[in-house]
């Protein structure tokens, strides 16, 4: 199922996402893990979308909102969405603030939670689960791939298991989760990136999203590409890969993302990537038909 189709149902009514930012780092970028980050994550740590960092909680959904209200006049309501870097790699106490400041206002109708399997321990887990009980609390895992050799190549520092452990302490608590898969990552065939969603569909992921692989300036992955030691996907391609997972997708699962989404003015390749608009209609042409 499509997440607008999913959003209409649930809330009746168009439902749009607020990008904000919780002002924290990640473990694999502050030293904990490692510094460079993942390979592919740009320095905005993968949330370029989020409203300007350095205000409140409160400014930021305002800011968001406009920006929302400029693209789609008239009555709409909101996903407070956390998106950029592990956001419940923190202090609980103030996480918690935070989100209760992102829920607060009337129009939010769920609050959207990006982060890692390996940063969700029992105080966190807990507080999701209190958030939960006031409206719909979504945990967005950044998996990318099953596959070990993919994981350690673009540095993603944690294994399989963490995430199956993830998702089943998420459920226990009747917490939703969002699994993202980047497809086309260097040594990756069609059957790997098949097992990859397979898999996230047999744990229960509640959503999906699939990212084509971006190369975006000044990351690791922008130097890769420029030795020739990486490739990207032709839209050709990529089309014909979806149309090979659709099938796989059950369809209670709900699809929050087809295609990439990287910051146009960091966007070093695919470019085809760029042109939304024709690629959602190849989307829509050939792929959606095909989903259960
Ligand atoms: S875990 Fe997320 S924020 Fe951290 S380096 Fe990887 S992609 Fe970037």
């Given at each position: 199922m499509l997440l607008n189709d999913y959003l209409q149902a649930t809330f009746g009514c168009k439902v749009y996402k607020l990008s904000l930012s919780a002002r924290v780092t990640c473990p694999n970028r502050d030293?904990?893990?490692?510094?460079?980050?993942?390979?592919?994550?740009s320095a905005g740590g993968s949330g370029e979308f989020a409203a300007c960092a350095d205000r409140s909680v409160p400014e930021q959904i305002a800011q968001a909102k406009a920006r929302v209200a400029a693209k789609v006049p008239g009555e709409a309501k909101y996903i407070a969405y956390f998106q950029s870097y592990t956001n419940t790699y923190g202090d609980p106490i103030y996480l918690e603030r935070i989100f209760r400041e992102a829920m607060e206002?009337?129009?939010?109708?769920a609050l959207s939670v990006g982060t890692?399997?390996?940063?969700?321990?029992e105080g966190i887990l807990n507080m999701l689960e209190r958030l939960n009980r006031i409206m719909p609390v979504w945990v967005e895992l950044g998996l990318q791939t099953i596959h070990e050799r993919s994981a350690e190549y673009i540095r993603?520092?944690?294994?399989?298991p963490v995430y199956d452990e993830a998702v089943r302490e998420l459920h226990k608590r009747g917490i939703s989760v969002i699994t993202h898969l980047i497809l086309g990552l260097p040594g990756e065939t069609h059957e790997d990136m098949k097992a990859s969603l397979q898999h996230v569909v047999d744990v229960g992921s509640d959503g999906v999203k699939l990212q084509l692989l971006h190369v975006l300036k000044d990351t690791d992955l922008a130097d890769e590409y420029a030795a020739g030691r990486v490739s990207v996907m032709s839209m050709e391609e990529y089309i014909d890969l979806l149309c090979e997972l659709a099938p796989l997708i059950p369809h209670e699962m709900v699809i929050h993302r087809l295609t990439g989404d990287g910051d146009k003015k960091l966007l070093i390749a695919p470019m085809w990537s760029a042109d939304k608009k024709r690629v959602l209609n190849e989307v829509k042409r050939k792929v959606l038909p095909l989903l259960l």
């Open positions: 030293g904990t893990l490692g510094t460079g980050g993942c390979i592919f994550c206002p009337e129009e939010v109708v890692r399997p390996d940063c969700l321990p993603r520092g944690y294994e399989l």
